[in-house]
């Protein structure tokens, strides 16, 4: 039971580069999301999802798409990177709907756009 | 709209002394509260949930947290800290909507 994993761990960009996060879940979870953590402002949700082929907003969700094909997997896209997207990317993933419900997290993978 | 705040960025404590990370929320509603922490180069980890119930809420890693509804709080607490609790702390309030980080905090237990 891997719980939640996410590719690549690492990735450097330039400007106007585009890039494809996969997130993986393998706990039969209704609901995943995408999150940015930048110093002192704790996490901020980018996208959600609450099922296979359903995505949503979420609180800064400019520049970046989300699908959900598979129940499983939760992919994030950056079409054309800014500096300003420089940040780690948590994937998470729980049972019930977001707010009430544990959720559990990847490792993250760590962005810098040049 | 709700929001947390974790009042101290920085939380320092000698170890085997009781450690408080504090927290206070504000949300419509009956809050979901929980504390999540971060390892360095790690994901979050899930420490303890308030959701009904019993005021005091106990956890992982010999951790516990108070409810406290008329202080809109809900401080994480261990009575005996370890090197090892050393990392970021996240408060979080949910409702059905929702959930909402708190900035964090970074412990330091010093041996």
């Known amino acids: 039971n891997a719980g939640v994993t996410q590719t690549p761990k690492f990735r450097v960009l330039k400007t106007g580069q585009s890039m494809t996060l996969l997130c993986a879940q393998d706990?039969?979870?209704?609901?995943m999301y995408w999150y940015r953590q930048d110093p002192g402002m704790g996490l901020r949700l980018i996208h959600y999802s609450v099922g296979e082929g359903t995505t949503a907003k979420g609180e800064v969700p400019d520049g970046y798409n989300v699908s959900r094909l598979k129940k499983q997997n939760f992919l994030l896209g950056l079409e054309s990177a800014a500096p300003s997207q420089t940040s780690v990317y948590f994937c998470a993933s729980s049972y019930l709907r977001e707010g009430t419900d544990t959720q559990y997290f990847g490792p993250g993978t760590r962005l810098t756009v040049l | 709209a709700q929001s947390v705040a974790q009042p101290e960025d920085q939380v320092n404590v000698a170890e085997g002394n009781p450690l408080t990370v504090k927290c206070t929320y504000s949300v419509s509603g009956n809050p979901y509260l929980f504390w999540y922490v971060q390892y360095p180069n790690r994901g979050l980890q899930f420490l303890l949930k308030y959701i009904t119930g019993d005021n005091l809420v106990k956890g992982s890693y010999g951790f516990e947290a108070e409810f406290n509804k008329s202080q809109t709080s809900f401080h994480l607490k261990k009575p005996s800290a370890l090197v090892s609790d050393s990392a970021l702390y996240f408060c979080?309030?949910?409702?059905?909507?929702?959930?909402?980080f708190g900035s964090g905090t970074q412990l330091t237990v010093l041996p």
């Open positions: 706990m039969n979870h209704e609901y």
């Open positions: 979080a309030v949910g409702s059905a909507r929702q959930l909402t």
